[in-house]
């Protein structure tokens, strides 16, 4: 076990970035005592939850710096873009905004530029950066967070720009600050890293092999979050149902939900993502039987082909996979289900993607996330035959999101004159007149209200059903 133990970042090592970050904030503070103001850092998150938690960190590192944080990345001493390497979209629009900061860095040589997170893990990109963006000055993975510190220390003293090489089996570091931007609704990762290696996915040669937070770790985090009001938190992890098959005892997901679940309070515990491989009816029965466990589950299906499945290296069937789901629904008769799709995988053929439709029209999700399949170099999936054309892959896509529409609508439809337990996240994008938020199974409720309101629950009737939202009205207490 002294392997699993080598995966956590010393206290000797903490210590050393600690005198890092201490031998920043001295120039820092010089900074402001010249200038009259703080130096100003501005990061940018591309994709899932876990980039997010990870920019949180970040931010709480470059706040232990000395640094401000400003949305104006113009008017900044650091900028830090965190990637997504999921799909190419999201790493296209990282470059393009990295092509972007060179004026930026013109008019300012002082700025710091870094780039972080899945992106830059991948050996060709780290080398596309590296030359095609000089004005870069550090790049780091997800396994190297805990050094940002020393790695800027070195750039700000004059140091050549850094390039880091991930470690496959990655690291945990505890203790890192962390700037949450949401005081009520938090993320917490569980653990890092996934062993799965569907043959479409990228995030095993990026994130690490898996690796678990103690216990005691994650309880505690947890528990703070809740005595300092946090209201929702989510548990992350690629695989959260791998959880603990690292740990010296037998400990898995389901015991940590019940420890977490034990906390006194108001809140809710949501989590994700769950593998149906490793999804169980324990799983199960510990959210039908928790407190605070939101009555939700994202099981990420990704085609309804037990052929394509298999090219995607999922290792369970249709079969199996709706057996799980029928038994939660049967367990928990409010679950809301959402799962994710991948449409034109390699040698996906009409009938293939006909099973996907019946998939759907048999599991009933409340929603889904639907992508198009996207190749990521250096995944198996990539250099398979048969690669479908966008053409036929979007005419598919639209198929799919007419019937899963249809089904959202209905499920939505049932929501109609009940009262929901509301979280109210804050004012709607699209209305400043409105409050959202989301009730138990996530569903976003609208509705009109005070400000004051906001991080709090409250009751709310639904008197509209759409699509992708419930309308309501609220009960005063």
Known sequence: M?????????EKELDRQRAFIEKIRKRTAAFTAEKGRPPYYHILTFGCQQNEADSE?????????GYCESEDPAQCELIVINTCAVREHAEKRALSITGQLKHLKAANPAMKIAICGCMVSQEH???????????????????????????????????????????????????????????????????????????YC????????????????????VKTLVEAGCREITLLGQNVNSYGKDLERP????????????IEGDFW??????????????LIDTIADGRHIAHQLHLPLQSGSDDVLKRMNRVYTFAQYQELAAYANERISDLAMTSDIIVGFPGESEDDFAKTLEALSAVRFDSIFSFLYSPRKGTPAASMEDQIGEAVKKERF?????????????KNDRCEKSVQKVLVMGRSKT???????????????????????????????????????????????
């Open 431 to 477: 209305d400043d007149s409105t409050l959202t938020g989301r009730n138990e199974q996530n569903k976003l409720v609208h509705f009109k209200g005070s400000d004051s309101l906001i991080g709090r629950f409250v009751r709310i009737k639904i008197t509209k059903a759409e699509t992708f939202a419930l309308f309501g009205e609220l009960e005063e207490d």
């Open 398 to 410: 639209e198929r799919l999101l007419q019937l899963q529409n249809s089904i959202s609508k209905e």
């Open 269 to 282: 515990i949501r989590f994700m993502t769950s593998h149906p491989k490793d999804a169980s009816k324990k």
């Open 202 to 221: 990228i995030v095993p040669y990026v994130r690490g092999r898996e690796r678990s937070r103690r216990p005691e770790d994650v309880v505690k985090e």
């Open 251 to 262: 400990y898995d997901f389901s015991d940590l939900l019940k420890e977490i679940d034990a």
């Open 57 to 65: 960190i970040l931010s709480g590192l470059a706040t232990e710096m």
């Open 2 to 10: 002294a392997e699993q133990h080598s995966r956590f970042v010393s």
């Open 125 to 199: 990109r780290r080398d596309d950066i590296k030359f095609r963006y000089p004005y870069v000055d550090i790049l780091f993975g997800t396994d190297k967070l805990y050094r940002f510190p020393e790695y800027l220390s070195a750039r700000l003293d004059g140091g050549k720009r850094s390039f880091s090489i991930p470690d496959s089996e990655g690291t945990i570091a505890e203790g890192l600050p962390v700037k949450r931007k949401n005081a009520f609704s938090s993320y917490v990762s569980v653990m890092y890293g996934c062993n799965n290696f569907c043959t």
